[in-house]
């Protein structure tokens, strides 16, 4: 039996957003990838260095796992990839 102060919360969970993040060094510096479900680049920013890379790359994550993939592609303007 329910009493005045039970609390339901039906949560319907969106689909997991299945944009990954990658951190890479290279001849030119840091860069940081935002990488499409499919494995493509959708969206790059070059570093001053590791700690920055590594620091935007940690944020990027954290929008990963708050919004939704429609959200997400809105927020870095990432287009969808051409089929």
């Not at 860069?31 to 959708?42: C, F």
């Not at 590791?50 to 944020?59: D, G, H, L, M, N």
Request: charged content about 25%; overall charge negative.
């Amino acid at each position: 039996m329910k009493g005045p102060d039970d609390l339901t919360v039906e949560h319907d969970p969106s689909p997991p957003n299945e944009y990954t993040v990658r951190v890479s060094a290279g001849q030119s510096g840091w860069e940081v990838n935002i990488l499409r479900p499919d494995g493509s680049v959708g969206w790059a920013r070059h570093c001053a260095g590791e700690a920055e890379a590594r620091t935007y790359a940690s944020t990027v994550q954290q929008h990963v796992y708050w919004l939704s993939q429609e959200k997400f592609r809105e927020y870095y303007r990432i287009d969808e990839p051409v089929l």
